[in-house]
């Protein structure tokens, strides 16, 4: 069977679109989600997601969609790369893109405790420049995934209300 991206997209989005619950409390799973995804936290991501929505008492599952859909194969290493840059920026000089690169190749070809292993292996430096970036990166992204799907969520629901509302 071959991959097919406009299905794995049509597939995301019809489980986005069919999420149910408070418009508010959808767009902060969202918000988290991003952040999440945006953040180098690939072998503790979806652990991460459930800790922080259940924390707060919102939508696990749409946190869960969203941090997959953001951090995917095809945007891990960019993601990676900006999370460094940034990363490097303000704290410059602790951490070199070749190290980057081995990880990166690690994590991709191995188990989930050998990639536990790989990181807890980095150095404190490269964990505190990769995380950074994460913050720098995904804060912004998540405030501004808030307020755009806080406005879908809410025109789904009144979408939603309109058709219950004709269907009695």
Same mark, same amino acid.
């Given at each position: 069977m071959r991959f097919n991206p406009l299905r794995t997209i049509r597939y995301f989005s019809l489980k986005f679109i069919r999420l149910r619950g408070n418009p508010k409390s959808l767009a902060m799973s969202t918000?988290? $989600?991003? =952040?999440? $995804?945006?953040a180098p936290i690939i072998p503790v991501q979806t652990m991460a997601a459930i800790g922080i929505t259940l924390l707060l008492r919102v939508n696990t599952i749409t946190a869960i969609i969203v941090a997959t859909v953001v951090s995917n194969p095809l945007t891990l290493v960019p993601q990676y790369y900006l999370c460094w840059k940034a990363g490097n920026m303000? +704290?410059? &000089? /602790? +951490?070199?893109? !070749? /190290?980057?690169? #081995?990880?990166? !190749?690690?994590?991709?070809?191995? &188990? =989930?405790? #050998?990639?536990? /292993?790989?990181?807890?292996?980095?150095?404190?430096?490269?964990?505190?420049?990769?995380?950074?970036? $994460?913050v720098i990166l995904g804060l912004p992204l998540a405030i501004l995934s808030y307020f755009i799907s806080l406005l879908f969520f809410r025109r789904l629901a009144e979408k939603r209300r309109k058709k219950h509302l004709l269907n009695k």
């Amino acid at each position: 069977m071959r991959f097919n991206p406009l299905r794995t997209i049509r597939y995301f989005s019809l489980k986005f679109i069919r999420l149910r619950g408070n418009p508010k409390s959808l767009a902060m799973s969202t918000a988290i $989600g991003v =952040f999440i $995804g945006v953040a180098p936290i690939i072998p503790v991501q979806t652990m991460a997601a459930i800790g922080i929505t259940l924390l707060l008492r919102v939508n696990t599952i749409t946190a869960i969609i969203v941090a997959t859909v953001v951090s995917n194969p095809l945007t891990l290493v960019p993601q990676y790369y900006l999370c460094w840059k940034a990363g490097n920026m303000l +704290l410059p &000089g /602790r +951490l070199s893109w !070749h /190290r980057i690169v #081995d990880v990166l !190749h690690i994590l991709g070809n191995s &188990g =989930f405790m #050998d990639k536990i /292993r790989v990181v807890s292996q980095l150095s404190t430096d490269a964990i505190i420049v990769m995380l950074t970036g $994460g913050v720098i990166l995904g804060l912004p992204l998540a405030i501004l995934s808030y307020f755009i799907s806080l406005l879908f969520f809410r025109r789904l629901a009144e979408k939603r209300r309109k058709k219950h509302l004709l269907n009695k």
